[in-house]
Nanobody, 131 residues
Framework: QVPLVESGGGSVPVGGSLRLSCAAS????????MGWFRQAPGEEREGVAL??????????WVTDSVEGRFTISHDGAKNTLYLQMTSLKPEDTAIYYC??????????????????????WGQGTQVTVSS
């Protein structure tokens, strides 16, 4: 069973919107954090949006370049992670990966900011924004 399966990528014009989904399987049940990463051609993979999926304070984090445009959310009942992307720009073009991992205990919740804490990865979905 594949742990994480992304969907929702595609090609859109500048200013368009997309919603990515990531269905998590039972093998990720110990994960406290989930997130979206992306990798553009010739670039290193970067974190885009991360969220604790357990704990009392599930505050998400998004990278500065997508602040106000991308929203990460998690549906616990469906065990599915989402990334709503609006006002897309050409520089958002990349392969987007869903990831899950244990995170690090932080107070009553979890810190999800360390990339190497993510031990489950999806296969990626292409997002292309054309001008």
């Amino acid at each position: 069973q594949v742990p994480l399966v992304e969907s929702g990528g595609g090609s859109v014009p500048v200013g368009g919107s997309l919603r990515l989904s990531c269905a998590a399987s039972g093998s990720t049940y110990k994960s406290n954090c989930m997130g979206w990463f992306r990798q553009a051609p010739g670039e290193e993979r970067e974190g885009v949006a991360l969220i604790p999926i357990r704990g009392s304070s599930p505050y998400p984090w998004v990278t500065d370049s997508v602040e106000g445009r991308f929203t990460i959310s998690h549906d616990g009942a469906k065990n599915t992670l989402y990334l709503q992307m609006t006002s897309l720009k050409p520089e958002d073009t990349a392969i987007y990966y869903c990831a899950a991992g244990p995170g690090r205990k932080y107070g009553d919740g979890w810190s999800c900011l360390v990339t190497r804490d993510y031990n489950y990865w999806g296969q990626g979905t292409q997002v292309t924004v054309s001008s």
